[in-house]
């Protein structure tokens, strides 16, 4: 599967962003899905993610009650609707895919990137 994210950009703190991440080449409602995110000089680190249902999200710690993960299988497409954005939001997002159990992290496809900025 093939996975491309968008929805980037540059957003005062506060704010809010929608990112979302086109899949083609495979059957959309087998994957699970994540976000996951990328900081300069840090180690990418998890954000959200949603059992290929949709019935089972989950979050870091650091965006819960402010981020939110959906997909809609017959476009699909996954989102991450982003709200009360801090500048340590600031990172690359990427979009991933596995076909594993939904409880399992390990992405085995990934999207490009988008990267969102968040000014104070």
């Known amino acids: 599967v093939q996975l491309q994210a968008s929805g980037g950009g540059l957003v005062q703190a506060g704010g809010s962003l929608r990112l979302s991440c086109v899949a083609s080449?495979?059957?959309?409602?087998?994957?699970?899905m994540g976000w996951l995110r990328q900081a300069p000089g840090k180690e990418r680190e998890f954000v959200a993610a949603?059992?290929?249902?949709?019935?089972?999200?989950n979050y870091a710690d650091s965006v819960k009650g402010r981020f939110t993960i959906s997909r809609d299988n017959a476009k699909n497409t996954v989102y991450l609707q982003m709200s009360s954005l801090k500048p340590e939001d600031t990172a690359v997002y990427y979009c991933?895919?596995?076909?594993?159990?939904?409880?399992?992290?390990?992405?085995?496809?990934w999207g490009q990137g988008t990267q969102v900025t968040v000014s104070s």
């Open positions: 991933a895919a596995n076909d594993r159990s939904p409880g399992d992290y390990y992405y085995d496809y």
């Open positions: 949603i059992s290929w249902s949709g019935f089972t999200t």
């Open positions: 080449g495979g059957t959309f409602s087998d994957y699970n």
